[in-house]
Structure formats: C-alpha cells, structure tokens
C-alpha cells in the first residue's frame, strides 16, 4: 500500500467513524475508505493537478457545420475520477442498500468520503455536492413516477448510466436574494416549460438532472411565489430548449464548469408542493452547506499537512525549521484548530443523519439546533480554509507562491468557499434569525451547559475558561437584545464567532477519552482553549511544551491503529 494514504495516515478520522458507524457499518466502511484514501492521494490528486493547469473544462458551442450544440469538454482523467468517485456510494448509498450490508449508507460515511476527496479535489466535490442535494429533493419530494424515472441514474454506483445533479438557484439581478428571481415557468399540459436565465449554474453540462427554482406565471413575488423544478438536461440541450451562453473563468475550483445558462421553453417537471419550492431548496442549501463544512476542512487538512512535511524537511540556519519556536507555534495551533473543527463538524453530521432522513423523528428543537451549527461551522471553517491555505504559502516562503507546489491551488480554491452557500454575512444574519424566532440561543445554552456537567472529573481542571466565557456570552446576549434593530445588525458575524468559539471548546473538552488517547487529548483542548479564550503572553508556552505530543508524532506513515 502506498505510503500516501489520506485515511490511513489520519487517526483522527478513523476514531470519528469507529465512534459514529455501528460496527458492521465500520468494518466495511474502514476497508474503502482506505482504499478511497489512496486513490485520492495518488491518482485522483494527479489528475487534480493536470485539470487545474492545463485540462479545464471547456465550452464547444458550435459543432463543425456551425450547429449550436452547447456541449463542456472535460479532459479524460477528470471523467476517470468522475467514475471511481460516484462507483464508491457517495451519492448513492444514501439513498439505497450496500450491497455487502444489506443495508443504507447514511451521511457520515458520505462526509468522510468527501473530506478524503477535498484533500485532492474540492473543485470537483461541487458537483459531487450539487448530486447530493439533487438526490435529496428528488427522493424526498418528486412524485413517485418522477422519483422512479430519475433517482436511480442520480444515485448510480455504476449499475445504471449517471446522471450528475445541479441545482440553479441563482441570477444576475438576484444573488443572496432569491426572491428577486425571474425564471418562469409555463404549465403545457401535466408539464412546465422554463425561460429565463440562471447566471451562476455550477455543474452545467456535466449534469444528467438539473433542479430549478422558477415561478409559475400568476405566483406572487418574493420566495412565496417560486416553485421547484425538474428539468432533464440533455433532452432540452438536443432540442436546443437551454443554452450555455459561457462559462466562467473562476479564481478557483476550475474542475467544476460554472455557467450562465438560459432556458427558452425548456421542458420541466414540478417537485412537490408548488407553494414550498424555497422552503424544499433551503434544505438542499443545508446539505450543501455540511458539503461546503467538509470541503473546507478537506484544504484546512491538506494545507496543514503540506507545511508540516515542508518544515520538517526544510534547513535553515544550519537546522531543520521545526527547531524554531514561531514554527512550532503554528504547527501546534493549526494541529489543535483542525482537529477540534473535524471533531466538531462530525458531532454537527451525527445530528444532521438524524434530522434529514426521510423517516426522520426529529423534534422542532434538534431541526433549530441543526441549522445553527450548519451557519456556524459552515462560517468558521470556510475562513479557516483561506487562513490554513495562507500559512501553509508562508511556511514554504518564496517556494509557496509558486505553482509547481498545490499550495497556490489551495489558496485559489479557499477562497470560494466563503461565498458558495452563503457569506459570512448571510450566515451570522441567520444566527441572528434563528436566536430571534426560535429562541436558538437557549438550546444552545442547555446543551453546551449539559455537555460540561457530563465531563469526567480528570477533564473538568480544563472547563474554568469555558465557564468564564460561557458566562459572558450570556451578558453579550442580554446585551443585545437591549439595543435597537440598528445596532444589533451591526454583530451578527461576532455573535456567530462567539457562539462557534465556545462550541469548539466544548467539543474538545467532550472528545478527551480516557485510555491510549487521555494524554493528547488533554493537551489538544488545552492549547486549543487557551489559544481561543484567553489572551496575552505565557512564560511557558502550551505550544512548546506539546510540540512533539501533537505535531511531531503524529500522523507520520503508519499502518491503521484500529485495524
């Protein structure tokens, strides 16, 4: 086996599914995705590079005879990955029985597989991402003769022809307000046709299936007013009913071709309730957001991993880089922030497994809850990804910045990250919704305040801090429910930076398990809190003194410890 090995070369990942898998689930679950692990470390990581630089996708509007025929070329490695990727169940065994379990998959195996993927390829976990969702309206709200006719070839694991999703929300005069959207749809019989534009449309042309939001001729404005749509792509390309005006030439994320694309009666299948269109796509918006979560903390992992391996080969000063205590300092807290965010957004996903299946028992509250630590994880490690991107350049200094290196690709496809599924902005306004008309922020209390009652008391010596800062958000909350409508919108981003600061904290405190891993555990929450929640200079730093607990033995080449 290849000393590359995402998987296998990442303890953490491995604890987090042998904690959430049943164990049959876990054995199988263990065995590809080391395998996975591989794949994305060698070839698909190969194939990254080649599609980044000299294989992006490419628009053939016309044929040889000047037909219109608004076709993308994709180079043959990325259609090779497009293949192994989906045969692995990362769509498909959501929604339907593995094979060698007799049973469904679920998201956390799902996520796993896309956090290994963005290590190599982010740009193409969008598509992966846009398929995810699609699969998820289709199944949970297309009639049934809709359902039957599409979901199989959506889910594929190469039993039946692919069919990639996308799902076209946004438009020119639009962006973050979708109420403003213009797309129409024309009832013809038991069908719609569509006219109008999507100016943003990720996945255009590689896509099988396309969702659509679009309004019904008579529906009110607003996001009342729109609809969700089915539209087959390739049918309405041959009957040049839709048309790709260009694609964009994006900073980042090349693997994934994001157009305009406009509809001129393009044939169309209503999903669901005409009247819940922008309530059905906000849930897909969530999936994608955990997508986004997980996209993010794939760069964060890559990033970090190639300034590791850089400083402990580079000399400087007669030394190897690692001897200086600025670079242990980095290493150690990019170490500790990456661990206590993947453990962070996995505990986010077990909840997120129970909220969006379809038989789901969810309460109110756990729905509430869900869609808050979406908007926060999603925020926090979107920033990370370009924060870890920019530190992982500055590790390697001038050789960083220069393209022979995947650290300027990591940079270039951090940045989209903030965007895609909501600003930072739209998120922390969303925190602010959430605290406003559900009262979020007494959940949130209850349960970071349960989860510190239940600490061991070997762990509770690392809690005052948290206590402290627990504490003060609360003065912060009375705070602004104090100040007019004016003020308050002025700290939504704060508010939402608070709240993630004392979940993360709490979360590392609640990892530390006794045993083989009490040791590190300890020392990752105690840096990770100190780092966070309390300010100004040490005599002996926490980063020094876990240098070679946290960062230098770990993660070197190794077969699994739980194998």
Known sequence: MSQHNYYINDRLIQRLMKKYLPTDFYDYAHEQLTE???????????????????GQPRLIKYNKMGEEVNQVWVNEGYRKTVEET???????????????????????YSYAQGYLLSQSEPGFYCPVTLTLATAYLIDHYADASLRDKFLP?????????????????????????????????VQVGDRYQLYGEKYFASNAGMCGVVIVLARIEGAPEGTKGLSLFLVPWERNREQQQLSIRRLKDKLGVRAVP?????????????????????????????????????????????????????????????????????????LVNMKTKLEVETIATFDMISLFDQVMAKDSQATEDDMAMLRLYIALLKKETAEQAIDYAHESIEM???????????????????????????????LGLEVLRLIEKLNVH????????????????????????????????????????NMNMSARLMYPKKLAQDMVDLYEAVIALD?????????????????????????????????????DLIVANQDQTQTSILS
Request: net charge negative.
């Open 442 to 481: 007494e959940l949130f209390l209850r349960d970071m305040e349960e989860r510190l009652a239940r600490l061991p008391e070997t762990v509770k010596p690392l809690a005052t801090p948290v206590y402290q800062a627990l504490n003060q958000f609360k003065q912060s909350l009375q705070q602004l429910s």
């Open 153 to 185: 070839h959506v889910i594929s694991t190469g039993d039946v022809e692919l069919f990639e999703g996308a799902t076209f929300l946004t438009e020119r005069q639009g962006g973050s307000d979708v109420g403003a959207n213009v797309v129409k749809a």
């Open 86 to 108: 989906y045969q692995t169940g990362i769509i498909g065994y959501v929604h339907k029985d593995i094979p060698e379990l007799e049973r469904k998959g679920n998201y956390m």
């Open 511 to 547: 990892h530390i398990e006794d045993g083989e891993n009490f040791e590190r555990d300890y020392a990752v929450a105690e840096v990770f809190i100190n780092k966070t929640l309390i300010t100004g200079y040490q005599q002996d730093p926490l980063e020094l003194k876990y240098f």
């Open 396 to 426: 390697h200094g001038g050789n960083g910045y220069i393209e022979d290196f995947v650290t300027p690709r990591l940079l270039r496809d951090a940045q989209v990250l903030t965007v895609w599924e909501g600003t930072a902005n739209i």
């Open 258 to 330: 994001s157009a305009e694309v406009e509809f001129d009666g393009a044939e169309a299948y209503l999903v669901g309730d005409p009247k819940q269109g922008f309530k059905y796509m906000m849930e897909a918006l969530n999936l994608s957001r955990v997508c986004n979560t997980v996209a993010s903390l794939g760069i964060m992992r890559r990033a970090y991993q190639e300034a590791k391996d850089y400083a402990f080969q580079r000399d400087a000063f007669g030394q190897k880089i690692t001897h200086y205590p600025m670079i242990q300092e980095t």
């Open 36 to 54: 996975f692990g591989e794949k994305v470390a060698n070839e698909i990581d190969e194939r990254a590079i080649h599609t980044d630089r000299e």
